[in-house]
């Protein structure tokens, strides 16, 4: 199974043709599948624009869950 996280885009570049993005926690992505992406999903590689709200929903929904399990 596969957990992907929300993160936040701090800033993106062109790279060779290539459109990357540095992420909040420092990682490096590419861009290559999400090119308008603010929010993303991201299994590893970018998979799917969030909005906002659903972005939000989703942190806190994930933050409900640690309290609960803090495993």
Do not use: K, N, Y
Request: aromatic letters at 2%; charged letters at 25%.
């Amino acid at each position: 199974m596969c957990v992907g996280s929300i993160a936040t885009l701090t800033e993106t570049w062109d790279d060779g043709g290539a459109r990357v993005g540095r992420l909040a926690d420092g990682c490096v992505v590419s861009l290559s599948v999400v090119p308008d992406a603010e929010l993303l999903l991201h299994l590893g590689i970018p998979v799917e624009i969030l909005d906002p709200e659903t972005a939000r929903d989703a942190l806190e929904l994930r933050s409900a869950a640690r309290e609960a399990d803090p495993r």
